[in-house]
T-cell receptor, first 111, second 112 residues
């Protein structure tokens, strides 16, 4: 099956710093999503990005499907950015939509 | 407001008891999903449903059961056969077929 690997597993930064989170996947995928899980457990949709680049405020994401990776950029980090960032991909050629999840990157932003 | 509502937020269960977690959505989504998350881990799929009156097992369905009698509702029952039920349970919905999935706030289940 598809393997999804996220790096780094942990990241500690000072407020105001920029960061890049990476998601590698082992096979072609139909779709890819980035989520932020806040300290209370809520999963928040960040990007639905099977290919190309999208931006939303201080966050942006790029997926290069042909090279099987996606990057999430966070600029000018704030303490509220802390939490776990997950990427999830859809199994290809599957008649039933299922997401395959990476293990996440735990981000801590220090004031 | 449209969204996905899970209840209760916290749930305590005695060993040997069945408990049911509620998931309701008013987004008119066809597909609904249940995931389990253990501390420090990613999400694992328990069950999913693409349409009413139909559902499929995910990767860790043993000890769980679901029903999908209405489009809006997808309750999950954690049975006494689930040997290690303490976990965070997340419900999601979407239009299916590779479209974006959205999550509820989760239910934290603890066996006492």
């Amino acid at each position: 099956g598809i393997q999804v690997e996220q790096s780094p597993p942990d990241l500690i930064l000072q407020e105001g710093a920029n960061s890049t989170l990476r998601c590698n996947f082992s096979d072609s995928v139909n779709n890819l999503q980035w989520f932020h899980q806040n300290p209370w457990g809520q999963l928040i949709n960040l990007f639905y990005i099977p290919s190309g680049t999208k931006q939303n405020g201080r966050l942006s994401a790029t997926t290069v499907a042909t090279e099987r990776y996606s990057l999430l950029y966070i600029s000018s980090s704030q303490t509220t950015d802390s939490g776990v960032y997950f990427c999830a991909v859809e199994r290809p050629l599957d008649s039933n939509y299922q997401l395959i999840w990476g293990a996440g990157t735990k981000l801590i932003i220090k004031p | 407001d449209g969204g996905i509502t899970q209840s209760p937020k916290y749930l305590f269960r005695k060993e040997g008891q069945n408990v049911t977690l509620s998931c309701e959505q008013n987004l008119n989504h066809d597909a609904m999903y249940w995931y389990r998350q253990d501390p420090g881990q990613g999400l694992r799929l328990i069950y999913y449903s693409q349409i009413v009156n139909d559902f499929q097992k995910g990767d860790i369905a043993e000890g769980y059961s679901v029903s999908r009698e209405k489009k809006e509702s997808f309750p999950l029952t954690v049975t006494s056969a689930q040997k290690n039920p303490t976990a965070f349970y997340l419900c999601a919905s979407g239009h299916g077929g590779g479209t974006e999935a959205f999550f509820g706030q989760g239910t934290r289940l603890t066996v006492v």
